[in-house]
């Protein structure tokens, strides 16, 4: 199923999903970018946020090729970032110091440039005492250790930076959770009770992950992905946001494989969706543990 795209390619496709979105696209931003972190040897994800106060961008996420070593460093030398001595900056090479990255991804918006980089290492889980000890990780990281062990959380599989919002991303490998621990888990932080068909379509998770920043001990967001609910967020989204998830395009035989994400902070709850346009070797055996 992997498969290998050129940037024209690649750039054919976001403005034909960004069209979907009616979000303008422009070679300018994305150009750059796609150049800078061709070839793309592995997965390439489309995504967008629903609601009216996170809508307005389409995001991709592509795999770093082999050739770059240091996907940071990669950004700052084409000028998609700019150096820092904030803790964020340094991330990355903590990580890279100690677990065995599988593979690096990069996040830009087509219309808000580039985001994140991933750090990916499902093959050597982290636990919550392992990545409390990282120098540059946020404090709420071993702040809130107690509410990940309460609630079963301690398997990270990967770990966002988001270099522009400064904060982190954690994502833990889990095979469901009851919606009565999700519940939990949202009365603790504070949390609106959400509907119950929410917590059942959450329950059926594959990945939970937490929003994290340097300046608070608090848990800013919590996300629960899983294999796309369309019943379940049809009725709660823009109808530009069904058409995109029901019409990306994709270059794998068979149905286009897609995701949908419930998202809860104090700000409210919103939704996410993703959409597979290419699988990296790694992304495909590791969805085909978890979905079998």
Known sequence: MPGTAGVEEVYAAIEEAAALLNVPCSRDTVGPILTAFAPFEGGVIFSASAGERHAGDLDLTIQVPRRIA???????????????????????SDLHERCSIDEYLIDFGVVGGFNKVYV?????????????????????????????????????????????????????????????????????????????????????????YVTLGWDSSKIERISFARSLDLPVIQARVEPEIKRFVTGTPYTYEGERFSISIVKWSPDGEWFNVGSYYQFGPLQWEVLRKILR
């Open 120 to 208: 990916h290492f499902p093959r050597d889980v982290q636990s919550v005492s392992q990545l409390a000890a990282v120098p540059s990780i946020p404090p709420a990281l071993a702040e809130n250790a107690g509410f990940f062990a309460r609630h079963g959380l301690d398997d990270v599989a990967m770990i966002a930076i988001d270099y522009r919002n400064r904060t982190t991303n954690l994502y833990f490998q889990v095979p469901g959770i009851e919606p009565k621990v999700i519940l939990s888990m949202l009365q603790e932080l504070g949390l609106p009770e959400p509907e119950q068909e929410l917590l059942e379509s959450a329950g059926k998770t594959f990945r939970v």
């Open 70 to 92: 240091d996907p940071y460093a990669h950004a700052l030398a084409n000028g998609f970032l700019e150096k820092t001595d904030h803790p964020v900056g340094s991330l990355l």
